[in-house]
């Protein structure tokens, strides 16, 4: 049992239709037809959307990823229209609000790994393969791989896991030819966004992006290459053979599985709130990531 330990109501604003709540984001159409999408400073860990926010949140994700779309631009378009905040809507939505065009959007995460770590390393410790492709003995933990590789996974609903799958399985179910775009176009903006990170300190380890199509064009959707969706190790303290330090929310997933917590994750209850302490470093992190890859003083 996993989901929401506390699911949020929507919020009621003139002119727009919720139509869903994630993990993180909450999605409207509004009276045009496209999409309003608000990232909350909701935060999940272990399959749970747990009960305490971490504040500035969604902004840092938000505001990262347009930094990001900016950069790609030459490479894939994307799928904002306006950072506008819509007629009526309330004032915490401004920063963390994107109107978006709506998409057909292609049912896989498309994963780029650099680095090998996570579900990477348990299928390597098992089988010397990442969904399926042979990689050579000798890797550990945090370990950069030859060349990038592209492990998709399919889009799981909220308190399930993604599951990872082959490139010929994307292919069934996609079709060929969008999965070979779907391949070279997630490596391409990995490569790019690998090497930006790389002149600003961090490793970008692995990341996953979705796509959909306008017509016949591939567009990059949701967000992109921050810490909800990507592990980025600082460079300076790299050393393959553990588990690296991350700029993501690894404080609270320390937490809930310490004996502090008095949670245990292999029951079926929710866990608990987080304290203050834990909220204050990992919204630290989250603006150091932001600062650190952008440059940009977080105000």
């Known amino acids: 049992m996993s989901g929401f330990v506390e699911k949020p109501e929507p919020l009621a604003v003139p002119g727009l239709v919720h139509l869903h709540t994630g993990k993180v984001r909450d999605l409207y159409r509004n009276e045009a037809g496209d999409l309003v999408m608000v990232a909350s400073d909701r935060i999940s860990a272990y399959d749970w959307v747990l009960p305490t926010e971490i504040p500035d949140k969604g902004r840092v994700l938000t505001q990262l990823s347009l930094w990001w779309f900016d950069k790609l631009a030459d490479l894939v378009p994307n799928h904002v229209i306006s950072t506008d905040l819509p007629a009526g809507a309330p004032d915490e939505w401004a920063g963390r609000t994107l109107v978006c065009r709506s998409l057909r959007m292609v049912p896989v995460?498309?994963?780029?790994?650099?680095?090998?770590?996570?579900?990477?390393?348990?299928?390597?410790?098992?089988?010397?393969?990442?969904?399926?492709?042979?990689?050579?003995?000798?890797?550990?933990?945090?370990?950069?791989?030859?060349?990038?590789?592209?492990?998709p996974a399919t889009k799981a609903a909220v308190g399930e896991h993604d599951e990872n799958v082959s490139y010929e399985e994307v292919a069934r179910q996609v079709g060929a030819e969008t999965a070979a775009l779907l391949r070279r176009t997630t490596l391409d903006v990995y490569g790019r966004a690998r090497d930006i990170a790389r002149e600003r300190g961090i490793i970008l380890a692995d990341t996953k992006f979705e796509f959909g199509f306008d017509g016949d064009e591939l567009i990059i959707a949701d967000e992109v290459l921050t810490p909800d969706s990507s592990r980025f190790w600082p460079a300076e303290t790299w050393e393959p053979g553990h588990a690296q330090p991350s700029y993501d929310k690894q404080y609270v997933r320390d937490w809930l599985t310490s004996a502090a917590s008095g949670w245990d994750r292999a029951s079926e209850q929710?866990?608990?709130?987080?304290?203050?302490?834990?909220?204050?470093?990992?919204?630290?992190k989250y603006l150091e990531a932001y600062e650190r890859l952008t440059g940009l003083s977080w105000s």
Request: one cysteine or more.
């Open 109 to 151: 995460e498309a994963v780029a790994r650099g680095y090998l770590t996570g579900s990477g390393l348990v299928e390597y410790n098992q089988h010397r393969t990442v969904c399926g492709l042979a990689l050579p003995d000798g890797l550990e933990d945090g370990s950069e791989l030859p060349a990038p590789i592209f492990t």
């Open 270 to 284: 929710p866990p608990p709130p987080l304290p203050q302490e834990i909220v204050d470093a990992t919204r630290a």
